[in-house]
């Protein structure tokens, strides 16, 4: 047998193990093989200790929400029992069940506010129970590709669930599909971001939550989920517009960046997308004060491409209200640039 023709150490090592005898054919005492045997890789228990102390100080500020679509995450926001989520968790409704991680029975919620435009919704429990643990928000500011994180949700149905990864990338942005919201700074992770994910935690080792955990990348050849791309909506997005959708029940000041127009995807001569015709200007607004006007399509926005609508958004998505960027464009296919002072969507 290959075991003992090519490992005959080994073997002995592995006879030892199972008589628990004390000789060895090759003359090596048991103390000499253990100390010839390479260490077995491990995680360090100051890295362990801390995953579990993460857990144990997050986890019960993560909640299940029901819906009448499903299942989501959520986080606890505050004392007053105000939870966070995503937008596309309490879709049309506007009642909900909790469950949370100190409590048998669901309990009742009901809608604060919601604001699609970057996926962020605010619920809030109708009875608040006395033993209640508001998760800590993190600076987003702080946040750097490498940092190890643990998402903290509910996928699939699996309640207090934890996964673990890295900050893969920050700043991105990234449209939820045709027609639907561009979310600009988003947090990329390797933390894996499963349906029922949505809405929860991602949480560096501080046991800061620094972001919102959204949507998972897919694989456009194979339709499917890509393993290891996820993304969060940052922290500071969050509580920014939490904290206004809980004082006014709504958004006042979205910081979305704008061009002040409505647009259209527009085909070359391959059929394939080659710019975003503008189909109205808004009167007074950013591209009317720049003197662009229908007719013209935009093909590049702050050093970015721009092809069709979506990406038009996600060029935009990157930027504030009142910066200044250089958007070139097409008239009479003559190419032209404009600097637009960008207003607020």
């Known amino acids: ?78 004392a007053a029992g105000h939870i966070v989520t995503n937008a596309h968790v309490v879709g049309e409704g506007e009642e909900f069940e909790v469950l949370l991680a100190t409590g048998r029975e669901p309990a009742e919620a009901e809608l604060v506010a919601s604001y699609p435009e970057q996926d962020l919704a605010v619920i809030e429990l109708t009875d608040v129970p006395d033993r209640l643990r508001p998760a800590t928000f993190g600076d987003s500011a702080k946040v750097e590709v490498g940092q190890m994180v643990l998402a903290m949700g509910n996928p699939l149905g699996l309640s207090s669930s934890v996964t673990q990864g890295i900050v893969s990338a920050v700043g991105r942005a990234v449209s939820e599909g045709e027609g639907e919201a561009t979310l600009g700074n988003m947090v990329q992770t390797s933390a894996d971001i499963n349906p029922g994910n949505s809405g929860g935690a991602l949480v560096n080792l501080s046991g800061h939550v620094i972001g919102i955990p959204t949507l998972a990348a897919r694989d456009p050849g194979l339709g499917g989920q890509a393993p290891g791309i996820g993304f969060a909506i940052p922290a500071s997005t969050v509580t920014f517009l939490a904290d206004q959708m809980i004082e006014h029940g709504r958004v006042v000041d979205s910081g979305r960046a704008a061009l002040g127009v409505s647009v259209r995807t527009v085909l070359g001569d391959g059929f394939e997308p080659a710019g975003a015709a503008i189909v109205e200007v808004t009167d007074g607004g950013p591209a009317d004060r720049a003197g662009l006007r229908p007719g013209d399509v935009v093909v590049e926005a702050g050093g970015e491409e721009v092809t069709d609508v979506v990406s038009l958004a996600e060029a935009l998505a990157s930027h504030r209200p009142g910066r200044k960027v250089e958007v070139g464009y097409e008239r009479n296919e003559d190419r032209r640039t404009a600097e637009v002072t960008l207003g607020e969507a």
Do not use: F, K
């Not at 030892?16 to 260490?39: F, N, V």
């Open 1 to 78: 047998m290959a075991l003992t023709t090519h490992a005959p150490a080994l073997l002995c090592a592995v006879v030892l193990l199972i008589t628990s005898g004390s000789g060895c054919t090759q003359g090596t005492s048991a103390a000499e093989a253990e100390a010839t045997r390479a260490p077995a890789p491990t995680v360090t228990d100051d890295l362990q200790e801390t995953y579990e102390r993460v857990v144990n100080d997050v986890l019960p500020s993560v909640v299940q929400i029901t819906t009448d679509d499903g299942l989501g995450s959520g986080v606890v926001y505050d």
